[in-house]
């Protein structure tokens, strides 16, 4: 299994929801990463979780809170969002967050629309 | 810092000509460069990598791209284009310094391919 799962596929929220992404990988990668990709721009890194722990945040907003229950699922919590936080979110996973020439596998994303 | 440059924000090329998407990078140490394509509403696909030995690397959907270490450069290229090829084309670059590289990304090159 070569794929990177993310469900839902679009999400709308409100302001004062709370909500939550999920992504799911069964590759034995141990390097999981979260994007945040705007319209026609390139994705920008949020977090990365290796061997399950977070080693790299960046600077990102306390209203998104990353959480990595095993080695195969990662989670992003999403509460008080504000519009401008309307994006399509990626996840990514590679066999190791510090050897640089692994390729990172992506999932098809989550739409993201917060009214 | 490391960075990529995608100089051109869109290439139109008529089907069945050769396509080049420009590519060039600025990084310390070994660079590891990269191409992904990108379908609408989807998550990035793999599609090529550079890490070390013969300048000319082949990847998936008869793309192959070429390292020029003097010139700094990453070409993605493809003898005959597809109307299907029409996608957006992110090249990226991490260095190999030791520890954690962040990936770079370029802005991308939105590539249309004209019956």
């Known amino acids: 299994d070569t794929e990177v799962t993310q469900t839902p596929k679009h999400l709308v929220m409100g302001m004062t929801n709370k909500k939550s992404l999920k992504c799911e990988q069964h590759?034995?990668?141990?390097?999981m990463y979260w994007y945040k990709q705007k319209a026609k721009k390139p994705p920008e890194l949020m977090f990365v979780?290796?061997?399950?722990?977070?080693?790299i945040n960046e600077s990102v907003p306390s209203r998104f809170s990353p959480e990595c229950p095993n080695s195969s699922l990662l989670n992003l919590h999403l509460h008080a969002l504000q519009p401008e936080d309307s994006a399509l979110y990626l996840c990514?996973?590679?066999?190791?967050?510090?050897?640089?020439?692994?390729?990172?596998?992506f999932g098809p994303g989550t739409r993201l629309t917060v009214l | 810092a490391q960075s990529v440059a995608q100089p051109e924000d869109q290439v139109n090329v008529a089907e069945g000509n050769p396509l080049t998407v420009k590519c060039t990078y600025s990084?310390?140490?070994?660079?590891?460069l990269f191409w992904y394509v990108q379908y609408p509403n989807r998550g990035l696909q793999f599609l090529l990598k550079?890490?070390?030995?013969?300048?000319l690397v082949k990847g998936s959907y008869g793309f192959e791209a070429e390292f020029n270490k003097s010139q700094t450069s990453f070409h993605l290229k493809k003898p005959s284009a597809l109307v299907s090829d029409s996608a957006l084309y992110f090249c990226?670059?991490?260095?190999?310094?030791?520890?954690?590289?962040?990936?770079?990304f370029g802005t991308g090159t939105k590539l249309q391919v004209i019956p």
């Open positions: 590759m034995g990668h141990r390097a």
């Open positions: 990514a996973s590679s066999p190791l967050a510090v050897i640089s020439y692994n390729e990172q596998f």
């Open positions: 990226a670059v991490r260095g190999g310094s030791g520890g954690y590289q962040k990936v770079t």
């Open positions: 550079y890490i070390t030995g013969d300048n």
């Open positions: 990084v310390s140490g070994n660079p590891y």
């Open positions: 979780y290796s061997y399950e722990k977070l080693s």
